[in-house]
Each structure stands twice: as structure tokens, then as C-alpha cells.
């Protein structure tokens, strides 16, 4: 089992700029990709962003490519989302998730976290 938990979310407004962590706890932490999703109210569970298992690999969505950077520290079991340039749209519950596949796909991912709300108001 892995445990995740996220923090940092909050209200901010348009252009600003928040970070996202994740603590894992459990099993190896090195041995699973992280991925970052989203929801917003009535809409579906949507990728992020993912980091392979030793932080060499990426993947975003289109919708933030170039705003938001994810990252990971494996000594410190801790897997970060930094978004920049915030828009309207961003505003979701950011899930953090673990899966031994590294992938885009929330199927690939085992281990989910409770939820962060992140709201941009315009």
C-alpha cells in the first residue's frame, strides 16, 4: 500500500502561481510513477502531468504544457506540481496518484491521494 497526501491548494487569482506537494508513504517510493489529475465540478478525471519513476521523464497535457513543472525528490518521498501563469480554468480538485506504469492513462495508477481543491478566479 501507498499512502498519498496532497497539500497547497488554495484560492488565487488569475496569473498567480501555486505549488502542489504529494508525501507518499508506504512501499519504495522510487519504484512507482507519480501523476497529477484533475477535476472540475461536473467534468470528468483529466491528466496533468506525469513523472516517471526516477524523475527523468515527463508528460503534460496541452492544457499546461509550458505553465506547469512536475518534479520529484525520492529521498524525501515527495512529488511537487508547481503551476504558473494560473488560469479560470485550472480550477479543479488536483489528485496525486502512484502506479508502477508511467503513463497518462488514470488506469495506470494504483494509489490515489484524497484531493486538493485549487481555485483561480479571474
Known amino acids: 500500500q501507498v499512502q498519498l497526501v496532497e497539500s497547497g491548494g488554495g484560492l488565487v487569482q488569475a496569473g498567480d502561481s501555486l505549488r502542489l506537494s504529494c508525501a507518499a508513504s508506504g512501499r519504495t517510493f522510487s519504484n512507482y510513477a507519480m501523476g497529477w489529475f484533475r477535476q472540475a465540478p461536473g467534468k470528468e478525471l483529466d491528466f496533468v502531468t506525469a513523472?516517471?519513476?526516477?524523475?527523468?521523464?515527463?508528460y503534460y497535457a496541452d492544457s499546461v504544457k509550458g505553465r506547469f513543472t512536475i518534479s520529484r525528490d525520492n529521498a524525501k518521498n515527495s512529488v511537487y506540481l508547481q503551476m504558473n501563469s494560473l488560469k479560470p480554468e485550472d480550477t479543479a480538485v488536483y489528485y496525486c496518484a502512484a502506479g508502477r506504469i508511467f503513463t497518462t492513462s488514470s488506469r495506470g495508477y494504483n494509489y490515489w491521494g484524497q484531493g486538493t481543491q485549487v481555485t483561480v478566479s479571474s
Open positions: 513523472i516517471s519513476w526516477s524523475g527523468g521523464s515527463t
